[in-house]
């Protein structure tokens, strides 16, 4: 017997990651869609005679509670702006539905840590789940760096570098993307895979403490800042930069750990150990692997820790702590969240 699943949502990701994603999931059944227009809904191109389009101008009984009444609709994934998540996550909750919402986990790290002492003490006890996205930690590559890693003794030194440069495509010509009401602007929306994967290297054991970071909007079209260069310290000593622009021509990604026993570095879907390079296969974005374990932890009536709000929190928190210090000149930051 499979899981009912709503997707929340109408845009890009929805459609190109989360429904095939569902689809392809032993455990999932998508049953219905919902975004705010109904023109929206049917960009997903779902199978109407399987999946049911609900939109706030659809009429009665397709409205977003129309949907969330149903019972054979145990689970539904949110992929909305960012600034709009929360309020959904918290109503999708109350209606007794198991939740799966994109990164990051809210905009800022306030709302985030409220909202998490919610889910804790008013849903969780009733048995209900609440995920949260990060595609990054099933991705095969940086999932093999990981375990790389811990094979390599005392951490010294880390190196966290994307850049790019943003000029057009179809994520930037979303509105909420080209005008951002969040902090960051595509530091935010994107940064969070970039610090994701920086935890997941540095593993559980040697979270980071501090960081200390100078910021800049190097491109009028990415607004607030496109662009942040920090320092930062961890738990064991490792010291160590991250490096995250979408506003400049010298392009590149790279993170690497290097330890009392030797280096770990992944650049792409490249990873190399001591010198010595490996090709990994990546499964696509790291989505279908993702949903399928969610899909999986329901089956199983637990929750899967790689998908905790507290992960997401610490991810959410390295991109506001160097959002605040560029603000003011570089001044250190002590992290809070980073412990789990």
Same mark, same amino acid.
Do not use: C
């Given at each position: 017997?499979?899981?009912?699943?709503?997707?929340?949502?109408? &845009? @890009?990701?929805?459609?190109?990651?989360?429904?095939?994603?569902?689809? *392809? $999931?032993?455990?999932?059944?998508? +049953? !219905? =869609?919902?975004?705010?227009?109904?023109?929206?809904?049917?960009?997903?191109?779902?199978?109407?005679?399987?999946?049911?389009?609900?939109?706030?101008?659809?009429?009665?009984?397709?409205?977003?509670?129309?949907?969330?009444?149903?019972?054979?609709?145990?689970?539904?994934?949110?992929?909305?702006?960012?600034?709009?998540?929360?309020?959904?996550?918290?109503?999708?909750?109350?209606?007794?539905?198991?939740?799966?919402?994109?990164?990051?986990?809210?905009?800022?790290?306030?709302?985030?840590?409220?909202?998490?002492?919610?889910?804790?003490?008013?849903?969780?006890?009733? &048995? @209900?789940?609440?995920?949260?996205?990060?595609?990054?930690?099933?991705? *095969? $590559?940086?999932?093999?760096?990981? +375990? !790389? =890693?811990?094979?390599?003794?005392?951490?010294?030194?880390?190196?966290?570098?994307?850049?790019?440069?943003?000029?057009?495509?179809?994520?930037?010509?979303?509105?909420?993307?080209?005008?951002?009401?969040?902090?960051?602007?595509?530091?935010?929306?994107?940064?969070?895979?970039?610090?994701?994967?920086?935890?997941?290297?540095?593993?559980?054991?040697?979270?980071?403490?501090?960081?200390?970071?100078?910021?800049?909007?190097?491109?009028?079209?990415?607004?607030?800042?496109?662009?942040?260069?920090?320092?930062?310290?961890?738990?064991?000593?490792?010291?160590?930069?991250?490096? @995250?622009?979408?506003?400049?021509?010298?392009?590149?990604?790279?993170? *690497?750990?290097?330890?009392?026993?030797?280096?770990?570095?992944?650049?792409?879907?490249?990873?190399?150990?001591?010198?010595?390079?490996?090709?990994?296969?990546?499964?696509?974005?790291?989505?279908?692997?993702?949903?399928?374990?969610?899909?999986?932890?329901?089956?199983?009536?637990?929750?899967?820790?790689?998908?905790?709000?507290?992960?997401?929190?610490?991810?959410?928190?390295?991109?506001?702590?160097?959002?605040?210090?560029?603000?003011?000149?570089?001044?250190?930051?002590?992290?809070?969240?980073?412990?789990?």
């Amino acid at each position: 017997m499979t899981i009912g699943v709503a997707i929340l949502g109408g &845009g @890009i990701f929805a459609r190109e990651e989360h429904m095939p994603a569902v689809e *392809a $999931s032993k455990d999932l059944t998508l +049953k !219905a =869609v919902y975004s705010r227009s109904l023109k929206s809904a049917k960009t997903l191109e779902a199978d109407e005679s399987q999946v049911e389009l609900y939109s706030d101008d659809s009429g009665a009984g397709k409205s977003l509670d129309d949907l969330l009444a149903r019972s054979d609709i145990k689970a539904a994934i949110i992929a909305l702006p960012i600034k709009n998540q929360p309020d959904y996550i918290r109503k999708v909750l109350l209606a007794g539905k198991h939740v799966l919402s994109e990164k990051p986990v809210a905009e800022n790290v306030r709302e985030a840590v409220d909202l998490i002492k919610w889910y804790h003490s008013e849903i969780e006890p009733k &048995g @209900i789940t609440w995920a949260v996205a990060e595609n990054v930690r099933y991705t *095969a $590559s940086y999932e093999r760096a990981a +375990k !790389a =890693v811990k094979g390599k003794g005392k951490q010294l030194t880390f190196r966290t570098r994307m850049q790019t440069l943003v000029e057009g495509g179809k994520y930037f010509e979303t509105d909420w993307r080209k005008v951002p009401t969040h902090q960051g602007g595509f530091l935010l929306d994107g940064g969070v895979h970039f610090t994701a994967a920086t935890r997941m290297m540095l593993g559980k054991d040697n979270p980071l403490v501090s960081i200390s970071a100078h910021s800049a909007q190097l491109q009028k079209h990415l607004p607030p800042v496109d662009t942040v260069e920090a320092t930062a310290k961890s738990k064991q000593g490792t010291i160590g930069s991250i490096s @995250i622009s979408f506003g400049t021509t010298h392009k590149g990604t790279e993170w *690497a750990i290097g330890s009392v026993d030797g280096s770990v570095s992944i650049s792409g879907n490249k990873v190399t150990v001591d010198g010595k390079t490996e090709e990994v296969q990546d499964e696509r974005t790291g989505v279908p692997p993702e949903v399928r374990a969610w899909g999986e932890a329901l089956a199983a009536g637990k929750m899967n820790e790689k998908q905790s709000p507290e992960e997401a929190l610490a991810d959410l928190e390295l991109i506001e702590a160097m959002l605040r210090s560029g603000e003011q000149g570089g001044v250190p930051i002590k992290l809070e969240h980073q412990e789990l």
